[in-house]
Every structure is written in C-alpha cells, then in structure tokens.
C-alpha cells in the first residue's frame, strides 16, 4: 500500500477539495489499520451489528443484499478510493453485505476514528460526505438504468460510469480499463439474466462501440457510447474541486 498522500482516496477527494496537510496526516491515521481479504468471503454480513467500516486500496469488491429465497441482488461495485460500510457503521446493523470480488487490500476504520478525524478536520468531514453523496447519486442513476433503459443503453451507461470512476483514481482512460467483473457480476447489477449480458455485450461490439474481452473494457467509439446512453456524467462530479 502507498501512504494515504497518494492513495485513491486521496485521489478521490481532491477531486472536492484541495486538502491540507493537517488533512493529509488525518487521512493516514484513518489507513494505518490495514487488512487484506480473499476474493468470495464476505468482509461485512448483511444484519452484521458492530461492524467497521473500511477504505478500499487494492481491488474490487460488491456490495449486495440477500433475497428471502437465497437470490441476491448486487446494488453497486465498490473500486479503490471508495468507503465500504461508511452508512453502516452509524447504523446499528448493515443493511447489506460486502464481498471481494477478487483480494483485496482495505483499511479498517472504527466508528471511533472516524468520528474523531470529523471533529478534528471539518473540511475532510464535509469531502467524505460529498462522497457518500456522490456514491448515493450513482445508486439513483441505477435504479432509473433498471426501471427506464433498455439493456443496452444501460449496459452502455454502466461501463461508462465505471470508466469515469476508475479515471478518477487514476485506473482508467478515455480509451478503457482493466476490470474484474464477470457476466454474470454485470446480470446481478443491471437486472438481466447472464445470457442476455452476452448478447448485449455481443452487439454492442459488433456495432462498434465497445469491447469487454479478456478483462478489458475496451472503447471502440466512446461518443458513439455516450450518445447511446444518454451518458451525462454530471451526477459524478467530478469537474474539479470546490473548496480550497
């Protein structure tokens, strides 16, 4: 792991804020508690109480809810620089499990410590709220994708969310990215079924727009993808930071 001055959630936050040293040296603290975790075991159980929450360094990781008959329905995909289980850890139980998608490396950050690091840095309290907001935003986006695009505007719309994401933290390009994720990851997240994540992605790249192929997503033609979803990336703001 890289010290917290460059570590993607570092990278994240100053995309709000320029952050001060003092802010720095907080966010370090928060990184000095670090676990690594294997990829399928859950690291937070759903209706799990007392729980921690965690900043995530290396790898991927879902974030998902179990269905009363054993289905899950995986609500977002967590990559370097997010919290996993900020909401949680003020709750008194999560309301959804976390499980790495591949090993990972996390920082273990106790309701304690974080709570002291917003007492002592407001500005970082408020950057940490910006993104669980922007986090909260991206979940919205999510549910109009289910409810209101069809399978390959919103397949389109995801992968291009991703991209901005991983961009962000230095992971990803205008020309692609590296990920994990399987068909059947991106059926559990965009409400399809497995088959139809192939032909989607099938025609998506017979059409010239994108590839996902040896855990690459490849963008053939990103404008030509932008105005299939509708893509406006303003609900990641990510433009530049607003406080100085």
Known sequence: MTSAEHSPLTRKLSAFVALSKAELDVLERLHQ????????RDMVHQGQSDQAAYIL???WVC???LQPDGTRQIVDFQVPGDFLGLRSVLLRTSDHSFEPIVDIMAAEVLKSDLLDAFAQTPRLATAI????????????EHLVGIGRRDADARMAHFLLELGSRLALVGMGSREGYDCPLTQYHLADVLGLSAIH??????QLRENGLVTFRDGRVSFDNRSGLVELADFDPAYLDQSGPLLK
């Open 57 to 59: 360094s290396e790898g």
């Open 129 to 140: 709220l910006w993104a669980a907001s922007r986090d909260e935003a991206m979940v919205v």
């Open 33 to 40: 508690r670090r676990r690594s975790f294997v990829a399928g």
């Open 197 to 202: 994540v192939n032909r989607v992605l099938r």
């Open 63 to 65: 974030s998902y809810k």
